[in-house]
């Protein structure tokens, strides 16, 4: 039974992923993500029921439209394979409940912010402003201060540090990291909570620094040049999410 649900939530993944391809390529466009239904961006033609199976569609037609022969972005593999792997982990590590269930929500908003921030350079408000309305909505149904979702009150001081940091940030630098980061950082307290957003926050910029030298020292970014910042933070999120706490209590016994 469990080996049933661990691919029930795999092959869940890999078709959420196929959405949140089609949201990162619409939202950033101001596009209807009703209307129309998936076609190719090359031709236009409508896909198929057979173009649409998640994962298998893009090996079986080799990366391209099956009519117009134009190259698929590699993209579209990854993020419904990354997007499965980490619906089967959450549900390794949570079990069935409605945490689970919300932090699928949570980590498909984090999924989508880390594929237009990395193409775009792009925190879309459209995302962020309803997503942080929602995590205020439901912080009042988590009783426990240790779970995987953050109660009221560690919502709201994990907001207000995350949102309060990065604006710091901000006027320090005069700029040097974007305003959409500021918020981003404010929806990820919200949901991690006080103080696993310090996880989130610290993973981040651990990541995005090794991340920023590893560009530097291929040649491919100059001193000065900027990175997006907001899918280092995005991972920082998803960790903190599933370890925060332990990685907490590991630091603390450190002191």
Do not use: H
């Amino acid at each position: 039974m469990f080996t049933g649900w661990v691919i029930f939530f795999f092959v869940l993944g890999a078709v959420l992923g196929s959405f949140i391809n089609m949201l990162s390529d619409r939202l950033p466009a101001n596009k209807s993500i009703v209307t129309p239904g998936s076609v190719c961006d090359a031709c236009g033609k409508r896909l198929g029921a057979a173009e649409l199976i998640p994962v298998f569609s893009y090996i079986f037609l080799k990366g391209r439209c099956r009519s117009c022969g134009a190259k698929i972005p590699a993209r579209a593999l990854w993020v419904e394979i990354a997007t499965a792997s980490l619906f089967a982990l959450f549900y390794v590590i949570i079990g069935p409940s409605a945490e689970l269930a919300i932090s699928l929500v949570y980590l498909c908003v984090f999924i989508t912010l880390f594929v237009i921030d990395l193409e775009k350079g792009l925190i879309l408000n459209v995302i962020i402003y309803p997503c942080m309305l929602l995590a205020l909505a439901l912080s009042p149904l988590y009783l426990q201060s240790d779970g995987i979702l953050a109660n009221l009150s560690s919502s709201f001081f994990g907001g207000l540090s995350g949102f309060g940091l990065f604006l710091l940030i901000y006027i320090a630098s005069r700029g040097g990291i974007g305003e959409g980061d500021i918020k981003m950082a404010g929806f990820i307290g919200l949901v991690c909570g006080f103080p696993n957003i310090f996880v989130a926050i610290f993973t981040g910029i651990v990541l995005g620094g090794l991340a920023a030298a590893a560009l530097m020292l291929s040649g491919k970014r100059r001193k000065g040049q900027t990175i997006p910042f907001g899918p280092f933070l995005a991972v920082g999120a998803v960790t903190a999410m599933l370890f925060g706490s332990q990685i907490m209590d590991w630091y603390l016994g450190l002191a």
